[in-house]
Nanobody
């Protein structure tokens, strides 16, 4: 049974930092690129960041570039999203997702991901 479990969300003030974690089990973690997505109330789920299998490639949505950092620890089957200088517009449910890839590539497409976590709420007050 594949499980992706996010943690680390919460209520913070603008300018604060949070570190999200996503613990993965039930699959060969090294065979998957990992992505982070978010969904704000009334909006569609959107891409935030992704990291390749061995961390060689990391991509970010423009709104979070320079503020968020994605990383992974393959020996711990865990992917992280360090979020700095948080803004109220970062308020959303954050999801991690796993993308099976033999080529080592990554994708920003929601339908490119095979497994999803249940999400963790991040709320940033002004």
């Amino acid at each position: 049974q594949v499980q992706l479990v996010e943690s680390g969300g919460g209520l913070v003030q603008a300018g604060d930092s949070l570190r999200l974690s996503c613990a993965v089990s039930g699959l060969s973690f090294i065979d998957y690129a990992m992505g982070w997505f978010r969904q704000a109330p009334g909006k569609e789920r959107e891409f935030v960041s992704a990291i390749s299998r061995r961390s060689g490639t990391r991509v970010y949505e423009d709104a979070v570039k320079g503020r968020f950092i994605v990383s992974r620890e393959n020996d711990r089957n865990t992917v992280y999203l360090q979020m700095n200088a948080l803004k109220p517009e970062d308020t959303a449910i954050y999801y991690c997702a796993a993308h099976a890839t033999s080529s080592g590539g990554i994708t920003r497409r929601l339908d490119g991901y095979d497994y999803w976590g249940q999400g963790t709420q991040v709320t940033v007050s002004s």
